[in-house]
């Protein structure tokens, strides 16, 4: 299986500053269509997950663009650029190239 | 818009049975494949199953492969996840979502395995 290792797993961050979550893969992640499908999710306490970034760097409707996403092969980076209180919850990346799918362990946004 | 509506779970004994569905709307049901994803009480996300929308793949996480049967009704909208030899550690929200690449989440149903 592909392990998603997710850094740091806790992060209080301080409104209106940048944040920087790290999500490393065991195997690459580019599927053989060339595209690499390393996804991240947003959990707000008390709701569902939901998508903010497919393909590495795609942004879902509706994501403020705050959020931004990159990398490539076995590392990525999910961003925000200035923190709002909106944001806190945990954020977790997932890679949908292989079988089965797996989540990083998530990291806990909190505001300081 | 898109609508997962997650139904069936409960608290069941260890070695039960249960069915869970999830009854979707706002999109053409059958051409998009679905998953469920569950997380335990206080936990992060595990992937579970999928069945694409209707040449009958499907794919198990190797923790219910053999317990575990996902389906669905195309002509009902409706995915569920027969759930067998229940184990204490099946304890969790298992939530609905839409796509190979988990587009959309339903708001989830909770099982709890505990005698």
């Known amino acids: 299986d592909v392990v998603m290792t997710q850094s740091p797993l806790s992060l209080p961050v301080t409104l209106g500053q940048p944040a920087s979550i790290s999500c490393s893969s065991s195997q690459s992640l580019v599927y053989s269509d060339g595209n690499t499908y390393l996804n991240w999710f947003q959990q707000r306490p008390g709701q569902s997950p939901r998508r903010l970034i497919y393909k590495v760097s795609n942004r879902d409707s509706g994501v403020p663009d705050r959020f931004s996403g990159s990398g490539s092969g076995t590392d990525f980076t999910l961003k925000i650029s200035r923190v709002e209180a909106e944001d806190v919850g945990v954020y977790y990346c997932?890679?949908?190239?292989?079988?089965?799918?797996?989540f990083g362990q998530g990291t806990k946004v909190e505001i300081k | 818009e898109v609508k997962l509506l997650e139904s069936g779970g409960g608290l069941v004994q260890p070695g039960g049975s249960l069915r869970l569905s999830c009854a979707a709307s706002g999109f053409t049901f059958s051409t998009y494949a679905m998953n469920w994803v569950r997380q335990a009480p206080g936990k992060g996300l595990e992937w579970v199953s999928v069945?694409?929308?209707?040449?009958?793949?499907?794919n198990y996480a190797d923790s219910v492969k053999g317990r575990f049967t996902i389906s669905r009704d195309n002509s009902k909208n409706t995915l569920y996840l027969q759930m067998s030899s229940l184990r204490a550690e099946d304890t969790a929200v298992y939530y609905c979502?839409?796509?190979?690449?988990?587009?959309?989440w339903g708001q989830g149903t909770l099982v709890t395995v505990s005698s």
């Open positions: 979502t839409k796509d190979w690449h988990i587009i959309n």
């Open positions: 069945i694409s929308g209707t040449t009958g793949y499907t």
């Open positions: 997932m890679q949908t190239t292989h079988w089965p799918r797996t």
